[in-house]
């Protein structure tokens, strides 16, 4: 069974930084691509940045030079390093596959960018 978790989420002023990483487990890691996707509250959740088995990488235009997505194959984890952070990426983020069959969905982890 995959299991997906989502851990580094906080609270951060305007233009500070954060770290999300996403570690799976019950899946061969290293063949698949992988994304984030975020929820903002009364929103659809939308893929942030995806990342492909090598390393190519794909964003949302809102967040192309802000945010990074990198993956180690070696701990099954996927990371997203996100910089000058704005009060509208406020929102839980989510790691899983970026286009169907996905897997089940981890519980996210929330990230508040307010002053």
């Known amino acids: 069974q995959v299991h997906l978790v989502e851990s580094g989420g906080g609270l951060v002023q305007p233009g500070g930084s954060l770290r999300l990483s996403c570690v799976a487990s019950g899946i061969v890691f290293s063949v698949r691509s992988m994304a984030w996707y975020r929820q903002a509250p009364g929103k659809e959740r939308e893929l942030v940045a995806s990342v492909t088995p090598g390393r190519s990488t794909n964003y949302v235009d809102s967040v192309k030079g802000r945010f990074t997505i990198s993956r180690n194959n070696a701990k099954n984890t996927v990371d997203l390093q996100m910089n000058n952070l704005k009060p509208e990426d406020t929102a839980v983020y989510y790691c899983?596959?970026?286009?169907?069959?996905?897997?089940?969905w981890g519980q996210g982890t929330l990230v508040t960018v307010s002053s």
């Open positions: 899983n596959a970026p286009y169907s069959p996905y897997f089940s």
